[in-house]
């Protein structure tokens, strides 16, 4: 039986070899087909020299073609334009997404945002480089047929190929970096709460025959454990606390598409949007009581060291407060 | 590599010799797999010459009338239960030009010797 692998580089071969030939005359597409295909059986059948067939299937494959759209070229004038336009908008392409992959692994754009930039900046490009290639095709065109020797193709083919050589590998390790978020699931115990929670501000001086300044907010309940579930799509936090002496779960679920998920603590609505800065996860909530917002409430989920480390802001016309909690894995 | 208007890139030059020397063990015709086989043996290479590399030169040998290719008879390849394969022979402008690149590397291996102080084998 075919290796999994040999099956799928063979399949990449394939279909490399139907995208280059796409549109030639039948009888040389077909001709090169076949004999890519007998060469593809001719190196499964002679096991006793390849012991990674699959690895010098693709590798035959990737450094090959720029010779293979070589080929086209000189074959087929017609398609000149098509190729030019092709390696610009493959070009495009990578650069933009490299471009807003690296700018949602800084952090810098909240996840839904980064989602209408993924498309509207590389649609952009895409376009752009088009209407680039146009433009380029039509003025070299007529010295690509002078000459007919696609020399002037054949230097911005060797450009592209070098470019794209450059940048694949950099797109690839950005995305696979910037899909490494963190997986917070489990079951927490804090250990270090409040420890590093600076006072209070002092409150302002009562003015002169004015009302009392309000009375800062009731510290929040006592947490004893946390249990995070988390998938790609939302996470879920159960959260015993300690409060009046008695103990009770409330469960948050926050959406991680960036919409707002809404949560009740008591009589008391939490209005949260989540979002990926790099490795942390920052989640916005805006609290209200019967309709009125009495504070803001920022929380960022970390791991180091195996410990969830929770920082949160939380800030009320009382003043802002701080807190950090560092949370082991039970058991 | 930039090509000089009638002249062989090594490539080519590796696959007019084999040709050669395959005619010389009797063997006229050869596909393409095969010649890569030789390439990379001849090399002490574990990687095969590219696809695109490979068949790109096979035809311009072939254009340059250093090389014939036909069609193998369907009906062996499908009594071996394989695909067809397009087979390559040797013309005699071929080997006149295996031999000239054959001739033209030697005085160069000669004189990469004896700047190395060595005797060629």
Known sequence: MTPVAVRAAAACLRTWTRLYTWRMDPPLRDARRAEIESDLWESQADRGRHSDLALQIVARLFFGMSADLRWRVEHDAAAVPHLRRAALLTLGTIA???????????????????????????????????????????????????????????????????????????????????????????????????????????????????????????PPPKTLAITVTQSAAEL????????????????????????????????????????????????????SNEGRTFGQLKESYRLQANELIVESTRESPAGTFTSRTVHRKKG | VRRKAGSLVPLEMSIVEEALELRASRITEFHGYAIAARLADASNRRLLTAYGTLYRALGRLEQMGLLTSRQEDPQIAAAENRPVRRLYSLTEQGAVAARAARAARAPARRSRFRRKGEAPA
Do not use: C
């Not at chain 1, 920052?282 to 609290?287: E, F, G, I, P």
């Open chain 1, 96 to 218: 933009a997404l490299f471009f807003v992959w690296v700018a949602s692994l800084a952090g810098h754009v909240p996840e839904r945002e980064t989602l209408r930039l993924r498309h509207g900046f590389a649609a952009s490009v895409a376009i752009g480089g088009a209407q680039r290639a146009r433009r380029r095709t039509t003025r070299s065109v007529g010295g690509f047929v002078r000459t007919r020797r696609g020399q002037t193709l054949e230097d911005d083919m060797t450009i592209a190929r070098r470019a794209t050589t450059f940048l694949l590998p950099v797109l690839l390790a950005a995305t696979v970096v910037a899909h490494q978020t963190p997986d917070f699931s489990g079951a927490w115990i804090p250990v270090d709460a409040g420890t590093s929670a600076p006072a209070p501000p002092p409150p302002p001086p009562p003015p002169p025959g004015g009302a009392p300044p309000p009375p800062p907010p009731p």
């Open chain 1, 236 to 287: 879920k936090i159960d959260r015993l606390v300690e409060t009046g002496g008695r103990e009770a779960v409330y469960t948050f679920v926050y959406k991680l598409d960036g919409s707002e998920s809404v949560n009740l603590m008591g009589p008391i609505v939490f209005a949260t949007k989540a979002a990926w800065q790099g490795a942390t996860l920052v989640l916005s909530s805006t609290a």
